[in-house]
């Protein structure tokens, strides 16, 4: 991809620094504290972004819930995703991602950074386990981050439907659910241009447990893909 390549050759005097730093702290979990390890995957994620030509506009960050143990939903358009979170969000948090980016270079070694969770959606057990896993996860204080599109829309600014499954770690958890929609960022990833991008991020205010509590899944989930859908059509990118 260019947009990789431009990013590693505009920083190429630290990026070796910053890949055995990240692959150290990765090794070495129990050594930093998630904030810690959070805090370094923010600075070399703003330092990519700069390099790669690509700009993060969040809006809304104050619809954060103020404790943590939260779950942010937002549409999935492409590979870059979830650093455009990386480099916005304030508050530490992990992912629940596809078993297959286990593989892939570089988002493997950010991805254990982050403790996150791979998922095997044709494994049901294994996909529980997940969901009980972050549950519990988030009523003790983490904070997550699930596509609940469970890949790629491949289309732009246009959403897949949302699957209810998603939603059960947040419905288990009783936990403050937050739709974020984001806009252009298959863009820097997931097209062949090095052009300058903006990718805005809208944090919408939060769902919480009493305003859910009464959905079936399938509900909260066309309920939250609905509030991320008019957010994307209000700022003119649909």
């Known amino acids: 991809m260019k947009r990789i390549m431009l990013m590693v050759l505009r920083n190429l005097l630290f990026a070796p620094y910053w890949f055995i730093k990240v692959c150290w702290y ?17 600075k070399v994620t703003i330092h990519a972004n700069k390099g790669g030509r690509v700009k993060i506009e969040p809006h809304g960050l104050e619809n ?7 779950i942010l939903y937002p549409n999935h358009q492409g590979m870059y995703d979830v650093l455009s979170f990386l480099e916005c969000c304030p508050r530490p948090f992990s992912v629940v991602m596809k078993k297959e980016l286990v593989k892939v270079p570089f988002l493997k070694q950010i991805f254990r950074v982050m403790e996150a969770i791979p998922m095997d959606r044709d494994d049901l057990k294994q996909s529980m386990r997940v969901i009980l896993q972050v549950a519990q996860e988030v009523k003790e204080g983490r904070n997550y981050l699930i596509f609940a599109e469970g890949t790629r829309s491949r289309d732009g600014n246009h959403l897949l439907p949302f699957k209810g499954g998603s939603f ?6 009783q936990c403050p659910i937050v739709p974020v929609a984001i806009m252009n960022s ?9 052009k300058k991008v903006t990718v805005p991020v809208y944090f919408l205010p939060p769902l919480y447990y009493d305003d859910y509590k009464n959905l079936k899944t399938t509900e909260i989930a ?9 957010a994307i059509d209000k700022a003119g990118y649909n």
């Open 26 to 42: 990765g090794s070495h979990l129990e050594r930093y504290s998630e904030e810690q390890r959070f805090a370094l995957l923010k």
């Open 64 to 70: 954060l819930p103020e404790k943590n143990g939260f």
């Open 168 to 173: 059960k770690s947040a419905v288990r958890a």
């Open 186 to 194: 298959y863009l820097p990833f997931d097209t062949n241009s090095i």
């Open 222 to 230: 066309e309920v939250v893909r609905e509030k991320i859908e008019k």
